[in-house]
């Protein structure tokens, strides 16, 4: 039982890595791998049109991500830790997340018809919170670096 909230509590956390991680170091001084999750904004290409080319240097951040889920998991199997193996599982779920959500869902860097139209408004919500920190129209809309996390006016749009 305590496994599982530990599992739950791994996943929430990752969400504030992630804001946290994305506001001070991709926009801070790795910037460097960021920068080309951010080249299409400058122009002005509608975010439907956006095109990736294949990996972008931001996916770099993935592999990162995954160095300290596999260091728990040996860990924990290794030495019989089975709550570090829960938190790594929430860790990796988080990041599976990500990535359907951020680059699937948002950024439709593969194209699935089914995830393009069915959107609820939480998704929805998502995607303008996020769109937002790409095209900000103001300095908060900039702010927005979480993913599942971000400010309720998003519901509105
Ligand atoms: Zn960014
Ligand atoms: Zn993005």
Known sequence: MINIALLFLAYFFMEFVAWSN????????????????????????????????????????????AIPAILLMI?????????????????????FTYFLVHDII?????????LRKNHNLYTKAIINAHFAHHRPKSADDFKNFGLLIFPLRFFKK
């Open 22 to 65: 994305h506001k001070y170091v991709m926009h801070g001084f790795l910037w460097r791998w960021h920068k080309d999750h951010h080249v299409n904004d400058q122009k002005k290409v509608a975010l439907e049109d956006m095109q990736f080319s294949g990996f972008e240097k931001n996916d770099y951040f993935f592999l990162v991500y």
């Open 75 to 95: 860990i924990g199997f290794y030495f019989g830790y089975f709550s570090l193996v829960f938190i790594a599982i929430g860790i990796t779920l988080y990041g």
């Open 106 to 114: 948002i950024h439709q860097r593969i194209r699935i018809p089914f």
